[in-house]
């Protein structure tokens, strides 16, 4: 079933689940062609909101590769648990940086809208300069 705002309610959680967790490994490793093969080539990506918005995956590809290039010694990637309905999710989760300095994590939320094949179509990542610590 497919509402007119376009949630497909018979979409599998453990679809989205299986993408996240693809996408937070490759972000991990600093892997950039397979987190933004994760994608639609139409794709959305706002990260964070009120900032960059990247059109399609080759804009999406540049910007992980430009983030990512300067990657310290050890980057991760943690989502928390899924929650929504339907194909779109939203996960919590934990980015941190080590080796270089002091060790920063980064607390916020990431909302994704899933095609029927489990590639990302948006993601829109909610974060802002508070939402940082350090070690």
């Avoid at 599998?12 to 600093?30: N, Q």
Wanted: charged residues 30%; contains cysteine.
């Amino acid at each position: 079933m497919v509402l007119k705002d376009d949630i497909d309610l018979d979409f599998p959680r453990s679809l989205a689940e299986r993408t996240v967790r693809r996408y937070a490994r490759a972000m991990s490793d600093v892997d950039v062609e397979t987190a933004a093969g994760l994608f639609v080539p139409d794709a959305v990506r706002v990260d964070p909101i009120g900032g960059n918005v990247c059109q399609g995956r080759k804009e999406i590809f540049a910007a992980f590769r430009q983030a990512l290039s300067s990657a310290p010694a050890r980057v991760s990637f943690v989502p928390g648990p899924p929650h929504g309905r339907g194909n779109r999710f939203a996960f919590e989760f934990r980015h941190t940086v080590a080796g270089v300095g002091p060790e920063k994590s980064l607390y916020g939320i990431d909302v994704f809208t899933f095609d029927r094949d489990g590639l990302i179509e948006k993601v829109e990542a909610y974060w802002g300069d508070d939402d940082w610590s350090e070690k």
